[in-house]
């Protein structure tokens, strides 16, 4: 256990729908990133926050994907009008930002299925 | 970010060392390497990091060429449970904050 929860661990839903993820942090970690991953696939980048701020997003993140982390803390992650190829495991990482030492703690991901 | 190249599989007896080796010729001089692993449904695990200098900790070696154009993961004495993916990470410069992974290599430790 690295610390790092997500919830849910599995969520089914039929094309159309949307869902939200959650990831609860380290507490002391001021970073948070969402990552993607595929079947055989590396993690992809997604986004990451410092705090609150979103920082950086991937140009995979298509504007049907939200991400949020109002007061610093946890995290979710929102898909509106999910098609078949959100399908995917949805990773949370977090850290504290080092300039030369930082490591990234993921949780053990929220895997999605779209019918 | 600098490209990696890994090999996509490699196989180990239990209880001898691995050694995963990682290209990384266009690394620039402000870029670290880093080595996480994914065990089958889990979210990668963070290894071992180094710059230019040899390093150890408890998990693995990190042993990274004077030009620093290569290196190799080594887990000293493999076991059963480090039969995971293992990724090869250059990471820093013009990068920012992310960690851009490959596709890894399977490492297979057979008993």
């Known amino acids: 256990d690295t610390g790092v929860s997500q919830d849910p661990r599995h969520k089914i839903t039929k094309r159309g729908q949307n869902v939200t993820f959650r990831c609860d942090p380290i507490?002391?970690?001021?970073?948070l990133y969402w990552y993607r991953q595929t079947l055989g696939q590396g993690p992809e980048f997604l986004t990451y926050?410092?705090?609150?701020?979103?920082?950086?997003k991937s140009r995979l993140l298509s504007d049907r994907f939200s991400a949020e982390r109002p007061k610093g803390s946890f995290s979710t992650l929102e898909i509106q009008r999910t098609e078949q190829g959100d399908s995917a495991m949805y990773l949370c990482?977090?850290?504290?930002?080092?300039?030369?030492?930082?490591?990234?703690?993921f949780g053990s991901g929220t895997q999605l299925s779209v019918l | 970010d600098a490209k990696t190249t890994q090999p996509p599989s490699m196989d180990c007896a239990e209880g001898r060392a691995a050694n995963l080796p990682c290209n990384h010729s266009?690394?620039?001089?402000?870029?670290?390497v880093y080595w996480y692993r994914q065990i089958h449904s889990q979210g990668p695990q963070y290894i071992i990091h180094?710059?230019?200098n040899n390093e150890t900790n408890e998990m693995a070696s990190l042993i990274i060429t004077e030009d620093r154009k290569s290196s190799t993961l080594i887990l000293p004495h493999a076991t059963l449970r480090d039969t995971a993916v293992y990724y090869c990470?250059?990471?820093?410069?013009?990068?920012?904050?992310?960690?851009?992974f490959g596709e890894g290599t399977q490492l297979t430790v057979n008993p």
């Open positions: 180094g710059l230019k």
């Open positions: 266009t690394i620039s001089g402000n870029e670290y």
């Open positions: 507490s002391e970690h001021n970073r």
């Open positions: 990482a977090s850290s504290l930002r080092q300039v030369r030492n930082e490591k990234l703690f």
């Open positions: 926050f410092q705090n609150e701020a979103q920082l950086e």
């Open positions: 990470i250059v990471k820093g410069g013009t990068s920012g904050s992310r960690l851009t």
